[in-house]
């Protein structure tokens, strides 16, 4: 077998624009992305230059789950919430050294504009921490969202969590290996899973970012998802773009084969001509016909969050 995960970012490489209206929007748009690409991925960019779903918006900022400055979330919830709300803990991605909920807001509002209430977590990342630390601030995160939840309109008892990239690398270790929840003491608390474009099985550490994030652990194979597949794993909806170059999408068919081997719920989508950063930018309103993520990431939790 050839390990397929070869970069260290999330943005492998240019957003395009080809659903915006008009010729003059395209030209203003392409050019605010150059400018910004040295500061910041174009998902980033997405924050300050993209349409936001108008249905929902951010509701509470820096709630801690911890003591460090980034161990802190938002919440995001659509404006009409009648009743209690499914809740999803969502991840960004960042090769495990960087990344910020500050930039990531967009994505969140999409999740909530659907019917959820959402929580963004930062967590801490290399070199400040390494394996197992930012696995355990996802568990910590995702408890600490179920204390509040009813407090925001959120079902606790309807929870689930998702992630990008290295962020689908924490939504699916905390799913998956008992350990992470049950140290928190929520070991049934997630009900369901989906991870987009992420890392499950990317053993030898040969590239920076996972020699830096867990080239310090005893035993390699306990930083693997695929390890920790069971049958009694909550239900799972994993997400790729074949043309993906930084995360190959044999990640997510290996992750896909591991659990239906051992009689797991899993759902697996390959989107036809999508990369690394495609995946998660179609849940922004600008980029949205592209693919139905967002809409099968939705249509995935609501029948499994009911």
Sequence with gaps: MTWKFHGVRDAAGPLVVPYLPAMTRRAVLASALASLAAACSPLAALNALGPRDRGAGRIARDLAYGDDPRQRFD?????????????????????????????????????????????????????????????????????AVSRIAADHAGDPARLGVAGHSAGAHL???????????????????IRAAAGLAGPYEFLPFDVAASVNAFGR??????????????????????GHGTDDVVVHAEDTEILRDRLRAVGAPVEAELYEGLNHADLIATFSPMFRKKAPVLADVTSFFRRTLR
Excluded: K
């Design 75 to 143: 919440l995001y919830a659509p404006h009409d919430r009648p009743r209690p709300l499914a809740t999803i803990v969502f991840f960004y991605g960042g090769g495990w050294d960087s990344g910020s909920r500050a930039h990531y807001g967009w994505a969140a509002q999409a999740l909530a504009a659907q019917g959820f209430l959402v929580a963004l977590p930062d967590y801490r990342v290399v070199p400040q921490v390494h394996f197992p630390a930012f696995v355990e601030d996802a568990a910590a995160a995702t408890a």
């Design 171 to 189: 939504a699916l270790m905390i799913t998956l290996d008992r350990r992470y929840m049950a140290a928190v003491d929520r070991p049934d608390l």
């Design 217 to 238: 652990a005893p035993d390699p194979t306990l930083t693997q998802p695929v390890t920790f597949a069971r049958a009694d794993a909550p239900p799972v909806w994993l």
